[in-house]
């Protein structure tokens, strides 16, 4: 019967030669590590997961604090939080050179059109962290001064909750940033498009 036959991978639009069979499953090797752990024991990965590996431990912020929450973001550098763990230490004093926009504050009305600048001048892949309740939504500063939520200019990536949050929900949320990036989830802007 035809679909007994093997099947060539190429006929499913890869680039390989290689016999795919239908009823051949994991060899007992596999089946006994899995396949991720045989990734681990063996220390072979693919380009692409390299490359967001060094991406996640190179991840360089942008020097930029709107209010209160930018006390407990600087905080981060301090040896007792110590970001250098993650290589994300050297906040960058120019978004050309920057992966990273926290938003620690508040963003006034005034103060959207320069971080709009700076975030379309933050080069590809760029995430951004909304932190504290005022970044992400205007938390309790409900007027007519104060943005209901910075993604409202810019796409999202992470939300830290909390007034403020400690310097510890911020690492959380950075690793949480980093986790999702090593498992391929793709930054907000390709997700939910950036608002012209
Ligand atoms: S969330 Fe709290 S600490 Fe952060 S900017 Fe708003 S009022 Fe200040």
Redesign the pocket.
């Given at each position: 019967m035809a679909d007994e036959q093997p099947t060539r991978l190429r006929d499913y639009g890869l680039q390989s030669e290689r016999l795919l069979w239908p009823t051949k499953g994991p060899s007992r090797f596999e089946e006994e590590l899995g396949v991720d752990e045989l990734e681990r024991a063996l220390g072979i990965t693919t380009l692409e997961k390299a490359v967001r590996w060094a991406q996640t431990k190179s991840m360089w912020p942008d020097t930029f604090g709107l209010?209160?929450?930018a006390i407990e973001m600087m905080s981060i550098v301090s040896a007792r939080y110590d970001i250098a763990r993650f290589g994300m230490e050297a906040f960058r004093s120019s978004p050309r050179q920057a992966d990273l926009l926290i938003v620690s504050?508040?963003v006034a009305h005034k103060m959207a059109a320069p971080l709009r600048q700076i975030y379309d001048q933050m080069l590809e892949p760029k995430w951004v962290i909304a932190m504290?309740?005022?970044a992400s939504s205007g938390?309790m500063f409900n007027n007519y001064t104060i943005l209901q939520g910075v993604d409202r200019i810019v796409p999202v990536d992470i939300y830290v909750p909390f007034?403020?949050p400690r310097p510890e929900a911020l690492m959380e949320g950075i690793i949480r940033l980093h986790e999702a990036h090593q498992a391929g989830v793709p930054p907000a802007y390709e997700r939910v498009g950036v608002a012209t």
């Open positions: 209010a209160c929450c504050g508040r504290g309740v005022c938390g007034c403020p």
